[in-house]
């Protein structure tokens, strides 16, 4: 019985036994190079009983090779480094930092860096400080990461996925290579405008909130504290950020010569450039130098072209170091453009002896805009006795504070005068100012001919003039933007009725509550509460012909409810031990 005399279904298993020969007949040989070679592992293969035709075999594909070496070093890379030529706080992989800034950290803020951790074995940076030194080091140790993992990358054979490809930039030789291997280039003329560089477009660098004040080798330095009350002069001046700090120095004396930035000339000869990248420079100017001896006398240098040189003297057993900077104030304008066109310093040189080290340092700096003039304060942030108080109104929920140009006009009474003649004052205020308890009034005259409802119209304006507001600032600095800080006046009307009479408003007495913010050593007032209460009378009509007068009167009081001072104690540590039911045993 030949092969096709055989049934159909016997026919079909054979030809998947076959098959199945086949595949189980592929046996790879793996070379004995190790895991990691780079060569292909042959296969062979056995020729099966299949009644179908021969296919031609495709060639196989070689297997993955090994990982490559890293592109990144982690030995090198630091992802906390984010101020460039400065030590980041905490940041341990920073080559900027130096022992002294080690010394003031906390902890490394990043402990590991590695490459991919989808890797099965890597590289990997350890970084720690080690605090029993002195000074406290950086401890750096480079080992092998090993990912527990059992969905990791053992090898790679894919070599440009492991870094970023630098592309290839058109030029007169490759363009026409480019043109034929790639099809992301269009034709039309507008990509080739696009593409095309503009020689001729206007220069855009300016200077924005934030970002570092630049000079001719590096930044503005501003000394500040860090994590303690030590001076670091590492950290950068930002443009229109207003900063004013006290940090402590502590230097040894006899090398105070040699420490730059206890002189002059480290604070005034940075050159501050115009705008970021620029080549214009802006001097610094020496506007004022006072020098203060050691009994804090004061004196005023009137040549400031003259620097005057750190100066190590002895007195006795004493030693002094003279011409030191104490205070540093840099005034800097700047225009609207983002650049920067003045600079100037007003610095404080003292005398420090070996009894005063550590020393404290002040540092202020401010921007001044080109051309404008500096809004006038009540306060900074409490309110100052004898200045106005700052008031508005709200034209719209959600909206800001709208208030008078005339800070003297926004809250306002009446202003006495030697006539007392209401209707001939009228207009004329004077401005409530803070902690100034005020009364003022004048005298109005009826006749018959005036109707009862216009009077009061007419004095009602008269005591609250034009523009009565409906908020007051709760500091004498508080931003007109913040709705929500401003105090609300409540207003209050008082009448009494009597029959056959008129109700015509007679006083207006608004009183303001005020508190002592903050600290004890430096309290700032801080109004709380306004209230402005309209006290109405009734007066009888008067007769044909008859004429009457009435008194009016404005007032405002002001009510300290500081609630008083009182000194706090730290609650008394508890003990709360649980002993073992026999720590007493045998005795209990």
């Given amino acids: 019985m030949g092969l096709w005399d055989l049934p159909p279904l016997l026919l079909v298993l054979l030809d998947c036994w076959a098959s199945v020969s086949a595949q189980a007949g592929a046996t790879p040989v793996v070379t004995t190079e190790g895991l990691y070679s780079t060569k292909p592992a042959p296969t062979t293969f056995r020729p099966a009983v299949s009644p179908r035709p021969h296919e031609t075999p495709r060639a196989p594909r070689p297997s993955s090779g090994p990982r490559p070496t890293p592109v990144t070093d982690v ?223 004061l004196t005023l240098q009137e040549d400031t072209d003259v620097l005057r040189p750190l100066v190590l003297v002895e007195a006795g057993h004493d030693k002094i170091c003279t011409n030191v900077i104490l205070e540093v104030k840099y005034s800097l304008m700047y225009t609207d453009a983002g650049e920067i066109v003045k600079a100037d310093v007003f610095v404080l040189l003292g005398a420090v002896s070996s009894a005063m080290v550590p020393f404290q340092q002040k540092f202020e700096i401010y921007f001044i805009q080109q051309n404008t003039k500096p809004v006038p304060l009540s306060g900074n942030p409490g309110y100052v006795v004898g200045l106005p108080l700052a008031a508005g109104f709200q034209p719209q929920k959600g909206s800001g504070i709208m208030q008078t140009t005339n800070r003297y006009g926004q809250l306002t009474l009446l202003r006495s005068t030697a006539e007392q003649d209401c209707l001939a004052i009228a207009g004329i205020r004077t401005p409530v100012l803070f902690g100034y308890n005020m009364q003022s009034g004048c005298k109005l005259r009826l006749t018959k001919a005036i109707t009862c409802r216009l009077v009061a119209q007419k004095v009602e304006s008269l005591l609250k003039g034009q523009g009565f507001p409906d908020y007051v600032a709760p500091f004498g600095n508080s931003q007109a933007q913040d709705v929500l800080d401003w105090v609300p006046v409540h207003f209050i009307t008082q009448t009494s009725h009597m029959k056959d009479s008129c109700q015509l408003p007679v006083a207006l007495a608004i009183e303001v509550k005020w508190t002592k913010y903050g600290s004890l050593l430096n309290p700032q007032a801080k109004i709380v509460n306004v209230t402005a209460n309209l006290i109405s009378s009734s007066f009888p009509e008067t007769n044909s012909g008859n004429k009457g007068t009435i008194l009016i009167s404005t007032a405002v009081t002001f009510v300290d409810v500081s609630a008083p001072a009182e000194a706090g104690f730290r609650a008394r540590p508890t003990i709360n031990a649980r002993l073992p039911f026999n720590f007493f045993f045998p005795f209990v």
């Fill in 75 to 297: 030995a090198a890379l630091c992802v906390c480094d984010l101020s460039p030529a400065l030590c980041d706080v905490n940041c341990c992989c920073d080559p900027d930092c130096s022992s002294v800034d080690f010394s003031v950290f906390s902890a490394c803020s990043i402990p590991v860096v590695m490459g991919d951790s989808q890797f099965c074995s890597q590289k990997a940076a350890i970084y720690s400080l080690n605090f029993t030194a002195d000074p406290p080091q950086r401890v750096f140790k480079l080992v092998d990461q090993i990912n527990p993992s059992v969905f990791c990358i053992h090898i790679t054979n894919y070599k440009p996925a492991l870094s970023f490809i630098n592309p290839e930039v058109p030029d007169e030789s490759n363009f026409d290579k480019l043109m034929k291997t790639s099809d992301r280039f269009s034709s039309n003329a507008e990509s080739d405008v696009s593409l095309t560089a503009k020689p001729d477009a206007p220069n855009t660098a300016k200077y924005e909130y934030g970002v570092h004040l630049q000079t001719s080798h590096s930044f503005l330095r501003f000394p500040s504290p860090l994590t303690s009350s030590l001076c670091t002069d590492n950290n950068p001046a930002a443009f229109l950020v207003n900063q004013a700090v006290k940090c402590t120095r502590r230097i040894n004396l006899e090398q105070c010569k040699e420490i730059e930035t206890l002189s002059l000339a480290y604070y005034s000869s940075p050159k501050i450039l115009r705008v970021p990248g620029s080549g214009t420079k802006v001097p610094i100017t020496v506007q004022s130098i006072t020098i203060q001896s050691l009994n804090k006398t």
